[in-house]
Structure formats: C-alpha cells, structure tokens
C-alpha cells in the first residue's frame, strides 16, 4: 500500500504549459498502467491520457495533440506534460494506476489526492 502524490498544479494564463508529476510507490509503479484524469468543478471524474508499462499511450480527444504523459521508471514517477492550455482545461488533476489499459477510472484503483490547475482566460 501506498499514496500516489501528485504535484506541479498552479495558475497559469490560456496558451501556457505546466508540467504535472505524480510519484508512485515502487510496488504500485512497477506493475500498473499508470493515468492522468481530471474533475472540474461540476462535472464528473474523466481520464485524458493513459501509459502502459510498455510506454504505450492513449489520449482523451480532448487533450490529443497538447498533452503528452510520460513515465520514468528510475524515479517512479509519471508526468503530464500540458501545452496550449485552455480555460476549460481547469480542473483538478489526480494520477491514477491499475492493471488495465482503459478509460474507465473503475479499473483504476489507486488514486492521488490531486493537484489543482487553473487556466485563465
């Protein structure tokens, strides 16, 4: 057992980048696929982008072509590069790990306590 720790959230102005980080616990990090999902206020928990252990990945349309996820398995961590953002962007951001490739934040049982973005217009 262990706590994802998410961090790198701030303000920052539409058209910027931020560069979120998640560090894993070795055991938690080694055998999952590793996510980054997102809650803006009002709405409901989506996942926008997913890497397999493998370093494969898969994107919400939403944030295909400006977000890129990455993993680094010396440091147990997974990051959320975020260019060219938008103020529906906002949201808190968690990272998230489990055992199967999907969309679905079911199929991802261990969750981060989020870091907050905020995109002004």
């Known amino acids: 057992q262990g706590q994802l720790v998410e961090s790198g959230g701030g303000l920052v102005q539409a058209g910027g980048s931020l560069r979120l980080s998640c560090v894993a616990p070795?055991?938690?990090?080694?055998?999952?696929?590793m996510a980054w999902s997102r809650q803006a206020p009002g709405k409901q928990r989506e996942l926008v982008a997913i890497?397999?252990?493998?370093?494969?990945?898969n994107y919400a349309a939403s944030v295909k072509g400006r977000f890129t996820i990455s993993r680094d398995n010396a440091k147990n961590t997974v990051y959320l590069q975020m260019n060219s953002l938008k103020p529906e962007d906002t949201a808190v951001y968690y990272c998230?790990?489990?055992?199967?490739?999907?969309?679905?934040?079911?199929?991802?049982?261990?969750w981060g306590q989020g870091t907050q973005v905020t995109v002004s217009s």
């Open positions: 998230a790990a489990g055992p199967v490739r999907t969309f679905s934040i079911d199929t991802y049982p261990h």
């Open positions: 890497i397999t252990r493998g370093g494969a990945t």
């Open positions: 070795g055991n938690i990090f080694s055998i999952n696929n």
